[in-house]
Nanobody, 122 residues
Framework: QVQLVESGGGLVQAGDSLRLSCAVS????????MAWFRQAPGKEREFVTA????????YYADSVKGRFTISRDDAKNTVYLQMNSLKQEDTAVYYC???????????????WGQGTQVTVSS
């Protein structure tokens, strides 16, 4: 079993930056590709970004490309989401997820954190 715990959410103003963290425990960290998803009020959960289990590749949704950066620290069993130039439309609950499958197989993410709220005000 894999456990994921997100942290770092909060209330910020448009244009600010925020870094989310996701601590992973329970299994060998680099067996898992990692991703961030988000869900805004009244909307379906959407993919944000993912990173290969060995950190070789990353992939981003068009809406965050150039503003968000995913990274992983295998020594700390942690994945990060650096969010810059935040916009009001980035307001959502952000979820960390893990998969043993290909990192861009969005339906294959079997393990999820509880989510952390990010609110961007104008």
């Amino acid at each position: 079993q894999v456990q994921l715990v997100e942290s770092g959410g909060g209330l910020v103003q448009a244009g600010d930056s925020l870094r989310l963290s996701c601590a992973v425990s329970g299994r060998t960290f680099n067996n898992y590709a990692m991703a961030w998803f988000r869900q805004a009020p009244g909307k379906e959960r959407e993919f944000v970004t993912a990173i290969h289990r060995l950190g070789r590749s990353t992939y981003y949704a068009d809406s965050v490309k150039g503003r968000f950066t995913i990274s992983r620290d295998d020594a700390k069993n942690t994945v990060y989401l650096q969010m810059n130039s935040l916009k009001q439309e980035d307001t959502a609950v952000y979820y960390c997820a893990a998969t043993i499958n290909y990192y861009r197989n969005y339906d294959g993410y079997a393990y999820w954190g509880q989510g952390t709220q990010v609110t961007v005000s104008s």
